[in-house]
């Protein structure tokens, strides 16, 4: 149980630096531009007041969960096979 949990550890970090790297190496060619409307979404809440500010993702979770759960099960039935 505790190897099987280390590969999926390892698996998991080794997607997120090539991730990080792409996002990384998109800024330094300039394709910087490439902005996700993460946070700016209809169903995002943001209440501002003079001194403060509020700021409630719903829409931008419940998507990047959609986006994660369909991943994470491409890359389950990959490994199974």
Known sequence: MATQLAKWLIVFGAFLVVVGGIILLANRLGMGGLKLPLGR????IRIQGEN??????????????ILLTVLLNLIVRFLNR
Not at 41 to 44: A, K, S
Not at 52 to 65: E, G, Q
Request: proline content about 11%; charged content about 5%; some cysteine.
């Open 41 to 44: 979404l209809p169903g995002d």
């Open 52 to 65: 403060f500010t509020c700021f409630i993702p719903i829409a931008s979770s419940i998507l990047l969960s």
